[in-house]
Nanobody
Framework: QLQLAESGGGSVQTVGSLRLSCAVPGYSRRTHCMGWFRQAPVKEREGVAAIYTGGGSIYYGDSVKGRFTIYRDNAKNTVYLQMNNLKPEDTAMYYC????????????????????????WGQGTQVTVSS
């Protein structure tokens, strides 16, 4: 089991910014890939961003490209999601997820890995964007 601790959610107005953090004990040696996902009420879970631990490859969901940035601080065992130019449609519960079994390596195409490939999940942090 890997304890993922998200923080940084909150309420912001349109075009505002927020930064989410996900603390991951032993990040560099225990994970193959880290991802951020979100889920709004009555909607399916959506992939937001992912970063591979080894090579550092990064992928984004189409709806956030150009606005969100995923990055990591290995010294702090933390993965971040910088969210800029937020829109009301970004309102959702945001989850940090880890692939500790290298299942994301099965995805050979260059796009956001499926949530089904991640085995460890945080509790989520709410992001609300008002117009």
């Amino acid at each position: 089991q890997l304890q993922l601790a998200e923080s940084g959610g909150g309420s912001v107005q349109t075009v505002g910014s927020l930064r989410l953090s996900c603390a991951v004990p032993g990040y560099s040696r225990r994970t193959h890939c880290m991802g951020w996902f979100r889920q709004a009420p009555v909607k399916e879970r959506e992939g937001v961003a992912a970063i591979y631990t080894g090579g550092g490859s990064i992928y984004y969901g189409d709806s956030v490209k150009g606005r969100f940035t995923i990055y990591r601080d290995n010294a702090k065992n933390t993965v971040y999601l910088q969210m800029n130019n937020l829109k009301p449609e970004d309102t959702a519960m945001y989850y940090c997820a880890a692939d500790t079994r290298a299942r994301t390596a099965l995805q050979t195409l260059p796009f956001m890995p499926s949530s089904s490939l991640f085995d460890q999940w945080g509790q989520g942090t709410q992001v609300t964007v008002s117009s």
